[in-house]
């Protein structure tokens, strides 16, 4: 497919972007420690957590689509496909990809469905899914390491 060294741009590239999802989840952290309560009353907190979750699994779809892009993979129809086209070429296992298209499909309703998003969903979201973040970057940078030895 590639030669070893055709992946040093994908490989700083991805890192890039791996760096700033790991700064928006760093953001949430902080932020986790809100309640429920805190979310309905405070619109400013729940704008930040609304934006950074959107922009952290931004991040997500866009390595996604670099991966897709640079190894020349069939092309995602829609963002909610990516996922499952990394999988076929063994970037991804498949059981993230399952994870990774329930956080595309959360990204959906915090984009489209902005002003009637459930704060417990919200809540809920801040609370579990936060660590898939650490292991899409884990399995990204892993497969990147095996075929090239980068990041």
């Given at each position: 497919m590639?030669?070893?060294?055709?992946?040093?741009?994908?490989g700083?590239l991805?890192?890039?972007?791996?760096?700033?999802l790991?700064?928006?989840?760093g953001?949430?952290?902080?932020?986790?420690?809100a309640?429920?309560?805190?979310?309905?009353e405070d619109?400013?907190?729940?704008?930040?957590?609304?934006?950074?979750?959107?922009?952290?699994i931004?991040?997500?779809?866009?390595?996604?689509?670099?991966?897709v892009?640079?190894?020349?993979?069939?092309?995602?129809e829609?963002?909610?496909?990516i996922?499952e086209?990394?999988?076929?070429a063994g970037?991804?296992?498949?059981?993230?990809?399952e994870?990774?298209a329930?956080?595309i499909g959360f990204?959906?309703?915090?984009?489209?469905?902005?002003?009637?998003?459930?704060?417990?969903?919200l809540?809920?979201?801040?609370q579990?899914?936060?660590?898939d973040?650490?292991l899409?970057?884990?399995?990204?940078?892993?497969?990147?390491k095996?075929?090239?030895?980068?990041?």
């Amino acid at each position: 497919m590639h030669a070893r060294g055709d992946f040093k741009p994908l490989g700083s590239l991805i890192a890039a972007k791996l760096s700033r999802l790991k700064q928006y989840k760093g953001f949430l952290e902080r932020l986790k420690e809100a309640s429920l309560g805190e979310l309905e009353e405070d619109f400013k907190l729940r704008g930040a957590v609304e934006r950074y979750l959107h922009l952290a699994i931004e991040c997500m779809i866009d390595v996604g689509n670099e991966m897709v892009s640079a190894l020349q993979l069939r092309r995602p129809e829609r963002y909610r496909d990516i996922p499952e086209v990394l999988a076929e070429a063994g970037v991804i296992p498949r059981e993230f990809a399952e994870t990774f298209a329930s956080m595309i499909g959360f990204r959906n309703l915090l984009v489209h469905d902005y002003a009637s998003i459930n704060l417990r969903l919200l809540h809920e979201f801040l609370q579990t899914r936060l660590g898939d973040f650490d292991l899409f970057a884990k399995h990204i940078a892993s497969w990147l390491k095996e075929k090239s030895g980068l990041v």
